[in-house]
């Protein structure tokens, strides 16, 4: 494993090794908050960050497993295409955002907007979510172990939210939706498969009432 120390190199000649590498394992140490650390990587390889990362660490993430060993800051995982990302503590704003594909595991809490604009990536977040989480999500699924804060899937399209806590006023358009079988043998491998000891009948699903996909002048004040 190749160590780098972010206190001796730079932020952009580390990711660039990362960029160049096709295999192997990387462990970043002092990132003390730096932002873009880990961004675009696209190869099967392992990084672990041993502490606190700043905003859009792990950014386009492709095909790699990224370990922070700390909290990270906004926009983690943003666009993530592939691979995943484990976060040891918090999360900030908009974490996962547009993520295409992958996973994210968030081990503490996250803040606001988690999951918005998601498009196909799987979202695990041990801890409970800030307001607008899941926001304009297009598919994919956001699991909550805790509770959701306000607006939670507001505008949401065809991704599936599960929650194990309390929400606290829905978005415009989610409503809790039936928890078939399908569902719950689906969620049930998410959650063995990133060794989450939780149960999937102790989840409930929320969705789209699919009542914005067409102008209705009825539901003018929603848009």
């Known amino acids: 494993m190749k160590t780098f120390d972010l206190n001796v190199d730079p932020v952009r000649m580390v990711n660039q090794e990362l960029h160049d590498s096709p295999v192997g394992g990387f462990s ?3 990132p003390e908050g730096r932002h873009c650390i880990a961004c ?3 190869a099967e390889i392992d990084v672990t960050i041993d502490g606190h990362v700043g905003y859009y660490c792990a950014g386009m993430n492709k095909l790699a497993s990224i370990q922070i060993a700390g909290n990270a800051g906004p926009g983690v995982a943003e666009n993530m295409m592939s691979g995943s990302v484990r976060i040891k503590g918090n999360a900030s704003q908009y974490a996962g955002a547009s993520a295409h594909g ?12 988690c999951g918005i604009s998601m498009k196909g990536a799987d979202i695990i977040v041990m801890g409970s979510v800030g307001h607008m989480s899941a926001f304009m999500a ?3 699924r956001l699991v909550i172990c805790g509770d959701a804060g306000d607006y939670l899937g507001d505008s949401i399209y065809e991704a599936d939210i599960y929650i194990l806590g309390e929400t606290g006023e829905l978005g415009v358009d989610c409503i809790e939706k039936k928890m078939t079988a399908e569902h719950r043998d689906s969620l049930s491998d998410l959650l ?10 102790e989840f409930r699903r929320y969705g789209s009432a699919r009542k914005l996909y067409n102008f209705n002048i009825d539901h003018a004040d929603d848009y």
């Open 28 to 30: 970043i140490n002092s």
């Open 102 to 113: 992958g996973t994210l595991i968030i081990e503490g809490d996250a803040s606001s907007r």
């Open 40 to 42: 675009g990587v696209d």
């Open 138 to 140: 297009q598919s994919g």
């Open 192 to 201: 063995i498969a990133n060794k989450i000891d939780r149960s999937a009948k």
